[in-house]
């Protein structure tokens, strides 16, 4: 094509159409973005704006172009006309658009390409970290104008793309190849359109909000990427040869949105590269040429099937899952198996999900994955956080659990403490794990967003805990009382669950409540532990008490119950005596309780033996006497003069038995002794004691 004005207004005139097409798209984008409240649309409002600089440029630089044309017909007719002798010397003076033109893509073209790199580098931070606080909130993504995005969506993705072939298709010609990076902006804009209507027809449609969650921080992104080429091609285009006559290339044309506006070189770039590398015209084969004819229907096939791929969902054994058609439930219970149904996203499936929650090796609280699961057993905490599982003994006096948290309980009624107020509250620490598994999944997925549910029914839960345990005494809760605790509580916690959901319910079955690791605080456990030490040492003084009664009785009767059973005949024995009772009934008794101390076999059995012993001794004592008496009065009364005599000798004989008796004759009237020792002996004689 011939590089004259009229090549170079055309390409001025498609400049300037594609400027006013993009400022339409960036105040539609604009207009839309603050109605909506859509951050993403927002961002791509900021993309079209700093492309209006792009065709800006584009549209000054072909109107230098024709400029530049029109110059040097003027100065060709000039030198036609036999003037051209006295321009000789100033030929570069009468060219000021020429040199415009050159300086222009020597300064201006490289600072615009700048320009616009810093923009889209800034713009994608500013919108990237303020798009990650949308991506990361806990609530559900909704659209304020869903319609709006997906009509302004496709029209911008039309227009874009539709406009972007037909730059693309005239940048084909040498002297219109500046007009690419023109058709990469409009590309990019078709892009960002189709998405955004994508995002905005997937979370109408399906109710997800998994594409419009992350939109916008999938823009700028882009923005980021297209800024960093444009940085990378400024740097390129400082080392790359030109050719004569050829403009160059400008930093901000995108080569990979300029694959997209021109998709036709996608095929001529992989031809040449499998050309390249196999060194053949692989390119001209017929296999080759057969496949790129049907290249583009067997895309469509894969796609196609790919798609209707999506009508067979396989639900794992341990799920169950509900049928959204049109984001309506179809089907509200959907057991494990393969399952048919329309293809995305006319039917999605929807298993509800949960976020189990990890404690670190340092007991630090950290969340945990997401579980996609409908049934098993599911466990909440609804007291104070179960022991660290730390090999360690779990004791009161002694930290055994992370952020361990105190329930409020009524004092001890046998010993309240009262403060000005009234009655001072206990504080105690209990764990009540709570076991549950769903059993309606539509109640179950309707009642609340994934990562909200189990926090939801953890502090329904705590709160029930919390009023039941304020009823109860620090003695009930330490105590006996415990067992009934649980029950209290499950009863309790299923009334509260079943008023979720507008009295529906939360669509879980409650099949474990438990009352377990009850302690006080740390800080008072000791003395707790005192109050066991002196049970303990009561229990070791009523040990000791009934040890001395058992050693004691064993020993004076026996045995134990021997003992009580002679105790109680005592008892009887007393009452009886006490009330008046016959003489023969208490002479049994007494023999009763003889006989029982005979077989006892204890000091007291052998006492009594003793004294039987001595009293039958005694007695036969006492009975030969009696008859010895007998026997004298008989002697007596048969001899009394020589029962008297033999009596007179007997005492004689008794009196003198142990004294010296002398005889001597009746007619002596004095009777002389006398008593003197016998010689002394000198102890201080040598000779004394010695043998005579």
Do not use: C
């Not at 065709?55 to 040097?72: K, Y």
């Not at 990361?136 to 227009?159: H, N």
């Not at 960093?228 to 285009?237: G, M, T």
């Not at 101390?597 to 004592?621: D, P, V, Y």
Request: aromatic share 8%; charged share 20%.
């Amino acid at each position: 094509m011939k590089a004259d004005y009229l090549t170079y207004r055309r390409g001025t005139t498609v400049s300037i159409t594609g400027f006013l097409i993009q400022l339409l798209l960036t105040l539609v984008f604009l207009i839309y973005s603050q109605y909506g409240q859509d951050h993403a649309a927002l961002t791509a409002a900021m993309h079209l704006g700093i492309g209006l600089l792009a065709w800006a440029t584009l549209g000054l630089m072909f109107d230098l172009h024709r400029r530049e044309r029109l110059e040097d017909l003027e100065i060709e007719a000039i030198g036609k006309s036999g003037a051209s002798s006295a321009f000789d010397s100033s030929e570069g003076e009468l060219r000021p658009a020429a040199q415009r033109l050159a300086a222009m893509q020597k300064f201006f073209v490289p600072g615009v390409s700048l320009l616009i790199a810093a923009l889209l580098l800034g713009f994608g931070w500013l919108r990237l970290t303020s798009g990650r606080s949308l991506v990361e909130a806990d609530d559900a993504v909704f659209a304020k104008l869903p319609g709006w995005g997906i009509s302004i969506g496709i029209g911008t993705a039309f227009v874009g793309f539709v406009f972007a072939r037909f730059v693309a298709g005239m940048a084909k010609q040498r002297v219109w190849s500046s007009l690419r990076g023109g058709a990469a902006f409009a590309v990019g804009s078709a892009l960002f359109g189709l998405a955004l209507a994508l995002a905005h027809f997937i979370a109408y449609a399906t109710k997800e909000d998994i594409v419009l969650r992350y939109l916008p921080v999938i823009f700028p992104l882009g923005m980021l990427v297209l800024g960093l080429e444009v940085i990378f091609s400024f740097a390129l285009n400082l080392y790359r040869p030109r050719r004569p006559g050829e403009d160059p290339r400008a930093a901000f044309d995108s080569r990979v949105l300029g694959f997209l506006a021109a998709p036709d070189k996608i095929a001529e770039s992989i031809g040449e590269a499998i050309n390249y590398q196999f060194g053949v015209d692989v390119a001209g084969t017929w296999f080759y040429r057969l496949l790129s004819r049907w290249v583009l229907i067997l895309l469509v096939l894969a796609v196609g099937t790919t798609w209707l791929l999506t009508s067979f969902v396989v639900i794992q054994p341990h799920q169950r899952a509900m049928i959204l058609t049109w984001g309506e439930i179809s089907r509200r219970d959907v057991g494990p198996g393969l399952t048919m149904k329309w293809p995305w996203p006319i039917s999605t499936v929807e298993i509800p999900e949960y976020q189990r929650v990890h404690y670190g090796d340092d007991h630090s609280e950290s969340k945990g994955e997401i579980i996609r699961t409908a049934s098993g057993v599911r466990v909440i905490h609804l007291g104070s956080n179960p022991p660290t599982n730390d090999n360690k003994p779990i004791l009161w006096t002694t930290a055994h659990a992370l952020n361990e948290s105190l329930m409020i309980v009524q004092t001890s009624t046998q010993r309240a403490g009262r403060s000005e107020g009234g009655i001072d509250p206990s504080l105690v620490a209990v764990e009540v794990p709570l076991h549950y598994t769903i059993t309606n999944v539509e109640l179950y997925d309707q009642f609340a967003s994934p990562a909200a549910r189990d926090e939801i029914l953890k502090g329904i839960g705590r709160r029930e805990v919390m009023r039941y345990l304020s009823t109860l005494t620090i003695d009930d809760v330490l105590g006996a009382s415990r067992t009934r605790i649980a029950a209290d509580l499950r009863q309790r916690l299923d009334e509260a669950y079943s008023q979720l959901n507008g009295g529906k319910g939360a669509g879980i079955e409650i099949l474990f409540v438990g009352a377990e690791g009850v302690h006080p605080p740390q800080a008072v456990a000791i003395h707790f532990e005192g109050v066991v030490q002196e049970k303990q040492r009561r229990e070791a003084a009523i040990e000791d008490a009934q040890r001395y009664k058992i050693e004691v009785l064993s020993r004076t009767a026996g045995s134990v119950g021997r003992a009580e059973r002679i105790a109680a005949m005592l008892d009887e024995l007393d009452v009886s005596s006490r009330s008046g009772g016959a003489d023969e009934e208490l002479a049994a008794i007494r023999v009763r309780i003889q006989h029982e101390l005979e077989q006892a076999g204890g000091q007291m059995g052998a006492r009594i033996i003793q004294a039987s012993a001595q009293r039958w001794t005694r007695h036969m004592h006492e009975r030969g006497l009696a008859a010895l008496h007998q026997g004298q009065v008989a002697s007596y009364n048969a001899a009394p003069e020589l029962y008297r005599a033999k009596q007179y000798f007997a005492a004689l004989r008794e009196a003198m038995k142990d004294a010296r008796v002398y005889v001597v004759p009746e007619e002596l009237a004095w009777i002389r002794f006398q008593l003197e020792d016998q010689g002394t002996t000198n102890i201080f004689d040598p000779s004394a004691g010695a043998p005579q």
